[in-house]
T-cell receptor, first 112, second 113 residues
Framework: KNEVEQSPQNLTAQEGEFITINCSYS?????LHWLQQHPGGGIVSLFM?????KKHGRLIATINIQEKHSSLHITASHPRDSAVYIC??????????????WGLGTSLAVNP | ETGVTQSPTHLIKTRGQQVTLRCSSQ?????VSWYQQALGQGPQFIFQ???????GRGNFPPRFSGLQFPNYSSELNVNALELDDSALYLC????????????FGAGTRLSVL
């Protein structure tokens, strides 16, 4: 079982829909990252969270430390949001406390 | 635009050869991390360098090594290439202390034949 689990694995939506991607983790963390990876490999960091909620444009990320769960929401989705969304946690493992543990990603396709 | 550039973008090597991948970080970023992403998988942490010294390593053998230079550039070296080393290699730079936000390059796609 992966230490970081994402759901769903694949998601298809119509333009304008509200989208939620979930991330659960089983290790102690100091921070959680949401990243976006477009075809061709380039990765963009969207958010880094250690508590609460952050908003940037149409993107909202929340984290519940007690439940070890985070969600990424996209409001009014658009075809340009089509990408792989990856959740990664910064493990609080002594001796290597900057290691990122990655989920396998959620592939999102937004149709016009 | 993340300000992190990697070269080359694509590379083909044969088994047993050695390869050097390069990463140019944002000015002032004192930390660089390297990741290996196999097709269809999430990135796997290889190692991190902070102020030119290795500062954490994932589950990769010693034939994966790195260097970080004072001019904010770094290298990933892989010796004795194996077929399974075929992957996208990503570097990410950050300034330690600035919320550890990492900025990623677009990656180098390595194919080992």
């Amino acid at each position: 079982k992966n230490e970081v689990e994402q759901s769903p694995q694949n998601l298809t939506a119509q333009e304008g829909e509200f989208i939620t991607i979930n991330c659960s983790y089983s290790v102690g963390i100091s921070a959680l990252h949401w990243l976006q990876q477009h075809p061709g490999g380039g990765i963009v960091s969207l958010f880094m969270l250690s508590s609460g909620k952050k908003k940037h444009g149409r993107l909202i990320a929340t984290i519940n430390i007690q439940e070890k769960h985070s969600s990424l929401h996209i409001t009014a989705s658009h075809p340009r949001d089509s990408a792989v969304y990856i959740c990664a946690v910064r493990s609080f493992n002594a001796g290597n406390n900057r290691k990122l543990i990655w989920g396998l990603g959620t592939s999102l396709a937004v149709n016009p | 635009e993340t300000g992190v550039t990697q070269s080359p973008t694509h590379l083909i090597k044969t088994r047993g050869q050695q390869v050097t991948l390069r990463c140019s970080s944002q000015s002032g970023h004192n930390t660089v991390s390297w990741y290996q992403q196999a097709l269809g998988q999430g990135p796997q942490f290889i190692f991190q360098y902070y102020r030119e010294e290795e500062n954490g390593r994932g589950n990769f053998p010693p034939r994966f090594s790195g260097l970080q230079f004072p001019n904010y550039s770094s290298e990933l070296n892989v010796n004795a290439l194996e077929l399974d080393d075929s992957a996208l290699y990503l570097c990410a730079s950050s300034f330690r202390g600035a919320k550890n936000i990492q900025y990623f390059g677009a990656g180098t796609r390595l194919s080992v034949l």
